[in-house]
């Protein structure tokens, strides 16, 4: 076996201890492994060895055509995985940001709001929403994201859902994160329709644009999609082979969670309004909690998801960015940690499991990415950070040093 | 006269409204100037030119020589100014960050707190602090600050005291940025001494240390630096020719801000707590205001300066990160303006005068950066930004495309 790259004398190796490819609760959750002087050996892109750098450089010894990147002082992870994104889109909502400023409330709740980035993004071309989209992964990766789940739902209407869904495509074949596609058209009601007229026309959208996609997600929330429709659509998009999303219990409990539970849906997201209920539920059902704090705190909502609770409960916690123009707009997961500290006072190793393997669970491709194991792709982050605790306590700025994705280096080295 | 540098096509290029060397209140202080399809031309370090591309053109056509910056689609402002913070330290503090995440309160009240850097300073060489307060000043700059006031105030002891200064000097001239020192001798109490003793200590190291430091600062609160003993050294070091600025009610209402009005400081900063008298006093005088989101947001003090309160009164705001490792680690200035906007509601406009004109003018150094205009040093940042109001929106990710200090490209182009 050739050894393409090792990665040697971390000053801290830090991986989730799952060993399968379930999410992570209880105390494995908060305590992902930290291996002092860690090292990692790498072989035709995936992970063929991870311990003490001792240890793996016993077991792998490098030959002349081996990579060895000297990570001293430095904190090496797993390549983090954002499981919720709305990255393709064009114009900008920077006069929504203004207006709030000024005392506008909430944003989903503006008038205009998702629908001036559906107008915007419907009158953009294919090679421009790549052009943009582009920029926008490029800015991930270079945060240390190197897989994410992206989302549909600023067309709305079958063309346009089609070109987003495509420009996914496009992207996935020609830069280097792993894209997971989501159809999202039931994320607002465009011009001229209504909850149930957009109900409608989802369903008679989902068996075109099914082939270009992996999950199925509805906003199913107060002033939003009910849990009526989000059944029939869910249903529906589960027949053609689409796994269950959901935007649940944002701006109200409407029961969304409990919807998720009962769906089998991977996940229910953001949850800032959530019932105790419904999370039992989820925890009952193995659904993850995607937790979003980029989102309540761009829109200054004063509150935040209840993950206290769900840790007592046992719901798996994921951790993302919603990047989106309007209420989150932000493509850096590390900034997310900083959030979910502060604001739902999660540890740094749960901020690392949650933006990891939990998050690639929620995906259901746990078994491949999320972890630093033998057999997992090799995505691989070496940071510009003593500690797993020095991340997310350093805010703001961007301390990714070398982003390693499928054992090829794709930022610094 | 040759024209070395010209930017031109900005989509935005925005300016302080100012026409003089004080800062800016009032109406003028939210709106600067902002020129569509803006150019700037750049002869010997300073601009000489300013305006739309066409007039900027036609005054000063380019040569053979002229480096000709396109920044068609982009936002183009001054340089932006820090004017408060800790650069030089060693250590780091993640401890103090997870011990919050646990329910320890505050920052500045915990033990250890700032002795923890305090030792770890003392404990570091002239080179280590070098090499490790360059790291941050370049992070600094790439976010697009090109002149930065530097605190001492990890030494607490005249050997340490001028090491750290001494550092700042040895950077000033071997990096990019503009440095302006500081002396903060009374940061705290070091093991071993009490305010009292503190306070002689500082004033017997004030000759010492005045020729290496241009400022004064104190640590004026409750339960830190007594508004007599802050009176005291600010008025031996005023007789050394240093100006002074106060760490003024971030944690109590103690008086300091009008403290600071009654000894002409040049700027009173955090002011969490500040009174309604503290306020007038400093209106009165012309005591700049500066703003330091970064730190209740870092400690969820749950508090945030009184801006509004501030704004009608017409005391002059500047805007700061407050970086150091125990309360607010960050180097960001956008980022600064991004919690501005959310938490103390100030607007774009305020913002980009707050971290410019207003900044230089409680540095002393209005007549020299901050604004576009002729004469003025050739400090300029090409955004990745479609305009003024972009900026702060999309956050937590470096929207720096290029940085021109004293005329030269010191970041991308």
């Known amino acids: 076996m050739t050894i393409d ?3 040697i004398h971390a000053a801290e190796l830090v991986t989730p201890s799952a060993d399968s490819p379930r999410p992570l609760v209880g105390e494995a959750f908060g305590h992902p492994h930290r291996i002092a002087d860690g090292a990692v050996a790498v072989s035709g892109g995936h992970i063929v060895a991870v311990g003490p750098t001792d240890a793996v450089m016993q ?29 393709a889109f064009a114009g900008d ?51 240390g994201t190197t897989t994410a789940e992206v989302k549909s739902g600023y067309g709305l209407d079958l063309a346009n859902e089609r070109k987003i869904l495509q420009v996914y495509a496009y992207l996935a074949a020609h830069q280097p994160l792993t894209l997971l596609p989501t159809f999202l058209g039931a994320h607002a009601v465009p011009p001229g329709f209504t909850l149930e007229t ?8 989902l068996p075109e644009v099914a082939p270009l996609a992996r999950f199925v997600d509805v906003f199913c929330d107060e002033g939003y999609f009910t849990l009526d429709q989000t059944r029939r659509i869910l249903q529906a998009a589960q027949a053609l082979g689409l796994r269950a999303r959901i935007h649940a219990d944002e701006l109200g409990d ?5 919807l998720a539970a009962e769906m089998g849906a991977l996940s229910a997201d953001h949850l800032l309004c959530v019932s105790d209920a419904g999370m039992q539920a989820m925890a009952a059902a ?33 951790l993302s960015t919603d990047f989106n123009p309007g209420s989150s707009f932000s493509e850096s997961l590390p900034l997310m940690m900083t959030l979910a500290c502060l604001h739902n006072h999660m540890t740094p190793g749960e901020c690392l499991t949650a933006t990891t393997h939990n998050a690639a669970a929620s995906l259901g491709i746990a078994d ?46």
Chains 1, 2 share one sequence.
């Open 5 to 7: 790259l090792l990665i």
């Open 59 to 87: 077991a792998c010894p490098p030959t002349a055509e081996t990579v060895v990147l000297e990570a001293s002082g430095r904190l090496v992870t797993p390549g983090l995985v954002d499981s919720h994104t709305h990255a």
């Open 93 to 143: 909502r920077s006069r929504d940001f203004v207006a709030r400023i000024h005392g506008a409330r909430g944003d989903k709740q503006m008038s205009g709001g998702i629908n001036t980035t559906v107008a915007a993004t419907r009158a953009a071309g294919f090679d421009e929403l790549v052009t943009l989209t582009g920029e926008r992964l490029a800015r991930m990766l270079a945060h």
């Open 198 to 205: 957009q109900t409608e026309a989802v369903l008679a959208m």
């Open 254 to 258: 409407v029961g969304a969670a409990a």
């Open 286 to 318: 193995g659904v993850v909690a995607i937790i979003l704090p980029g989102t309540p705190f761009y829109l200054n909502l004063g509150r935040v998801a209840p993950v206290g609770r769900m840790r007592e409960l046992g719901v798996p916690i994921a």
């Open 368 to 413: 491949q990415v999320g972890r630093l194991a033998p057999g997992m792709q090799a995505d691989i982050v070496i940071w510009d950070a003593p500690s797993l605790d020095y991340l997310p306590s350093h805010f703001g700025v961007n301390l990714v040093e070398t982003v390693i994705k499928s054992g090829r280096i794709v930022v610094g080295g």
